[in-house]
């Protein structure tokens, strides 16, 4: 029986939970229904994410992973904040109030653009949200663009905490084009957020030993790959090279991309540009079409 039907009358948080325990009863989950904008409930937000900070030591805070999906700026400004407070890994996700489009993106303190460095709508699309947002103007709401945002929200937490494929620093996705414009955003050393710019001094701080990790790392395998790699290979798993995947379509067979499948990735100034030129262009063929059946109207 579906316990959706049921869920009338209950906050959002206790009606996942009861879904998410009926899909796994095995999952701990813990529900808390407060505002996260006021003094009180940021407190109580802050103290949930530090709580198992003692089982982990060395990091400020006690989970993993923040995914957030929260519909207006101030609550995206406070968990940005706590984010930038912990050093907490987090990634954000919306959707437009036109409903038709939407994005994700990781936010990785003092090595990733915070949320106040340059919140997501207003590098995608030039429309700063803060100013979407009006006093008693209902949003449009489609369930297909927020099914689609969730699964690639979703989607990239998972290559995340199992650690595998290519984690999106940020994806947006336009509905009307089927557009997924993605891209990478640097911190901003002017950001106004004062954790931020800690969080970044730090990760500065910490770029000699990273990189010196990264090289020791890279040296163990090349090393390795002169013997073999794994004797016995049950799965028969075999790791596929970049350059080799560059040649191969979505069917896996070598040859060129079928037309329309994008290689290069695109970023918001293209984007834009594309936008620009085939309205440009569609003026055009209407203007072409017009004068063909002005022409054959004349010669009847
Ligand atoms: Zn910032």
């Given at each position: ?8 009358g ?12 009926d ?14 904008t ?37 609550a995206?400004?406070?968990v940005?904040?706590?984010c ?25 303190p ?66 009307l084009?089927?557009?997924f ?6 911190p ?23 990189d ?6 890279l040296?163990?395998?090349?090393s ?10 049950e ?24 037309e ?19 309205e ?12 063909r059946?002005?022409?054959?109207l004349?010669?009847?």
């Open positions: 029986m579906d316990n959706h039907l049921f869920s009338v209950m906050t959002k948080t206790d009606a996942a939970v009861q879904t998410l325990s899909i796994n009863p095995d999952v701990v989950l813990e529900s808390y229904s407060l505002n996260i006021t003094v009180k409930g940021f407190e109580v937000f802050m103290e949930s994410l530090k709580r198992r900070f003692s089982q982990k030591s060395g990091q400020k805070s006690g989970v993993d992973l923040v995914l957030s999906c929260v519909d207006n700026y101030e995206r400004m406070v940005n904040q706590a930038n407070e912990l050093g907490q890994t987090w990634m954000e996700s919306g959707v437009s109030e036109d409903a038709v489009s939407g994005h994700i993106q990781l936010l990785v003092g090595e990733t653009a915070c949320f106040a460095c340059a919140p997501p709508l207003v590098v995608a699309s030039g429309v700063d949200e803060r100013t979407l947002k009006r006093e008693g103007v209902c949003a449009a709401s489609l369930p297909t663009t927020m099914g689609v945002v969730a699964g690639l929200l979703v989607q990239n937490a998972l290559k995340y905490l199992l650690k595998f494929g290519y984690v999106s620093p940020y994806l947006g996705y336009n509905s084009k089927d557009f414009p993605t891209m990478e955003m640097r901003n050393p002017q950001c106004s957020n004062n954790a931020c710019i800690e969080r970044q001094k730090e990760y500065l701080q910490t770029k000699p030993a990273r010196a990790a990264a090289k020791a790392k040296e163990a395998e090349s390795k790959t002169e013997g073999p790699l794994h004797m016995d290979n799965w028969n798993i075999s790791v596929v090279d970049d350059s080799e995947m560059d040649t191969l379509n979505s069917c896996g067979v070598s040859g060129a991309l079928p329309g499948l994008i290689h290069e990735l695109p970023t918001a100034e293209k984007y834009h540009e594309s936008l620009v030129t085939e440009a262009k569609t003026v055009e063929d209407d203007l072409e079409e017009l004068q059946q002005l022409d054959a004349n010669a009847s």
